[in-house]
């Protein structure tokens, strides 16, 4: 945050970061948020039938989608795949003194390096949240519609009685929230790596398992400040 707005600022590197971190992850965000939609429009159409509320199934499935399966998707991927290579990188960097060849020269490594990730992871994970949201409702629309013969009408006009601008809003503010945390974490422990090589790979590990447990814990808190705060739609 000291750093932020120090000038002159790496507009250039956080262009190259946050497309470096789109074009590991947009694709396996994709292919991971079908299966989330498919399964989540098939298990809450599934008993949604046996409680006579298949009216209802298109809200569910869309709610679900947006609030939990879009960010909690969106931070795997970003941890997994863009945060596990700023941690590489930069784990690298220290093992190879350049980092320390930075400092003595005058160059603040945090301003120059951390900051530009951090923004980029941010601004990335919004955008990738929004396509799993995309991808999500449709594979939930196709798989409600055409598996278990479901009606288009009742699937979208149910998401729109029950649904919410804040939900969206709620969704993409955890996801930013979720890509600065991922990204400062794998900076963090890439720029501490010590032990060469191994300790490179050690602290890549590390960043994943740490980031996949503070999200989950960071998200349970978000998600219960929300329902606090946020009047619910037919409630």
């Known amino acids: 945050m000291k750093s932020l707005p120090r000038r002159p600022f790496q507009l250039a590197?956080?262009?190259?970061?946050?497309?470096?971190?789109?074009?590991?992850?947009?694709?396996?965000?994709?292919?991971?948020?079908?299966?989330?939609?498919?399964?989540?429009?098939?298990?809450?159409?599934?008993?949604?039938?046996?409680?006579?509320?298949?009216?209802?199934?298109?809200?569910?499935?869309?709610?679900?989608?947006?609030?939990?399966?879009?960010?909690?998707?969106?931070?795997?991927?970003?941890?997994?795949?863009?945060?596990?290579?700023?941690?590489?990188?930069?784990?690298?960097?220290?093992?190879?003194?350049?980092?320390?060849?930075?400092?003595?020269?005058?160059?603040?490594?945090?301003?120059?390096?951390?900051?530009?990730?951090?923004?980029?992871?941010?601004v990335v994970a919004v955008l990738l949240n929004g396509v799993v949201s995309a991808v999500g409702i449709a594979g939930g629309y196709v798989f409600n519609v055409y598996l278990q013969g479901g009606t288009p009408g009742a699937y979208l006009s149910s998401f729109a009685a029950l649904g919410q601008v804040a939900d969206l809003v709620s969704a993409q503010l955890r996801a930013f929230v979720f890509g600065i945390i991922a990204a400062l974490i794998a900076c963090y422990l890439g720029m501490n790596a010590k032990g060469g090589p191994k300790g490179v790979g050690q602290a890549v590990n590390t960043s994943v398992v740490v980031t996949f447990m503070v999200l989950f814990a960071v998200n349970f808190v978000m998600v219960a400040l929300y329902f606090q705060l946020v009047p619910q739609k037919g409630s």
């Open 13 to 122: 590197e956080a262009v190259r970061q946050a497309w470096f971190i789109a074009s590991v992850s947009i694709l396996p965000t994709a292919l991971v948020a079908i299966p989330f939609g498919a399964v989540i429009a098939l298990q809450l159409g599934s008993l949604s039938r046996q409680i006579g509320a298949e009216s209802f199934a298109g809200a569910a499935s869309v709610l679900a989608v947006v609030r939990e399966a879009g960010p909690i998707v969106t931070a795997l991927l970003i941890a997994g795949a863009g945060g596990s290579a700023m941690c590489a990188d930069l784990g690298a960097r220290k093992i190879r003194e350049e980092l320390d060849a930075m400092r003595t020269l005058g160059v603040d490594p945090i301003q120059r390096l951390v900051v530009p990730r951090v923004i980029a992871g941010a």
